[in-house]
């Protein structure tokens, strides 16, 4: 049981690395954070960042490449 947790573990750690990596390089050309449909409010030294386009867009990239990995098993 302890050898497949930790090759879990090491493909999760793995798949975050390369999520990082290319979030920090695509985000040169694509800038997410900063679309049309993300709202931000600052008041009196207090802001507040809500980035709805962009949670609805990682959504549907996340939905359509778990779809295709469960399709391809």
């Known amino acids: 049981m ?4 930790a090759r879990w573990l090491i493909v999760i750690g793995i798949v975050f690395i390369a999520v990082g990596l290319l979030w ?9 954070g900063r679309l ?11 802001s507040v960042y809500f980035p ?7 959504s549907i990239v996340l939905s359509i490449v ?3 990995l469960v399709r391809l098993r």
């Open 2 to 5: 302890g050898t497949g947790f």
């Open 36 to 46: 049309p449909g993300d709202f931000y409010w600052e008041k009196d030294g207090v």
């Open 52 to 58: 709805l386009a962009t949670s609805i867009l990682v």
């Open 24 to 32: 920090s390089a695509l985000g040169r050309f694509f800038p997410l």
């Open 66 to 68: 778990l779809t295709l």
